[in-house]
């Protein structure tokens, strides 16, 4: 069996399988011996989420060509829902990224997300610092888009890309479901459909995010979405860096107190009334400091 440092070289040499091996490495129980050989070195991060069938695979994908034209390695992370009897990720959209599978300079990977609360798999940030070591230079994070839970791609992506159709029905569950809130661009996709203009009006009206249009399949408003995507980037500050960085530990410290064997004797004592809910979360953060 190869060593984590045997695979590190050899990933670093061109293997896609060791790069498959250590992103299930970070996957698994293993994730901070990963860690420990590789360094610190980010690279950029785009998140792309939005509601099922607003086509985030055909727009990633389109994204992915645009970049590689400019000669930037590029890694595609798509977070799934957890089989419920494998705990495998579910990825059905790999087809609508077909054009990039025998690109050497493209990486296309699931990831499941492990019931890690907030729907990103707690594996991710540790992917990305992976790929940051492996020379990938940008990584599209694309989420399944089902509602709040996808809030939590902020704290790792910039941008946050929302993407959604024409309709009313999408913008309005796009702002129930807090994903305007999150957005630092709204593109609206499938744009040659009726409703489009009004669609863009009524999100404009919710948002102070910018909207744009696209037709992804076509790669019409393509290049402006990249425009604004690097602009976004160019503007990021060090507060915005350090807000996404605080949120990012304070979701992963959650997900690790979730699993914290106390808790379900606290939740228990505070059930039957012997303890009170402060007193326990009090407990429990300094049973997993001791």
Known sequence: ????????????????????????????????????????????????????????????????????????????????????????????????????????????RSLATRGHLGGLAAAVPAAIQLLAALSYDLVVLETVGVGQSEIEIAAIADPTVVILNPGAGDAVQAAKAGLLEVADLVVVNKADRDGADQTVRDLRAETSAPVLKLIAAQGEGLAELVEAIDAHHRADTSERRSARARAQILSLAQTLLRNHAELDRLAGAVADGSCDAYTAAARLIADSAG
């Open 1 to 108: 069996m190869s060593t984590i440092e045997e695979l590190i070289a050899a990933a670093r040499s061109g293997s896609v399988r060791a790069i498959g091996r250590l992103l299930s490495l970070v996957e698994s129980d293993r994730r901070s011996e990963v860690l420990a050989a590789i360094g610190t070195a980010k690279p950029r991060v785009i998140g792309v989420t939005g509601p099922p069938g607003a086509g985030k695979s055909t727009t990633v994908g389109a994204l992915v060509g645009a970049y590689r034209a400019t000669g930037l390695r590029v890694a595609v992370l798509a977070v799934d829902p957890s089989s419920p009897y494998s705990g495998g990720a579910l990825l059905g959209d790999r087809i609508r990224m077909a054009a990039h599978i025998n690109d050497p300079d493209v990486l296309i």
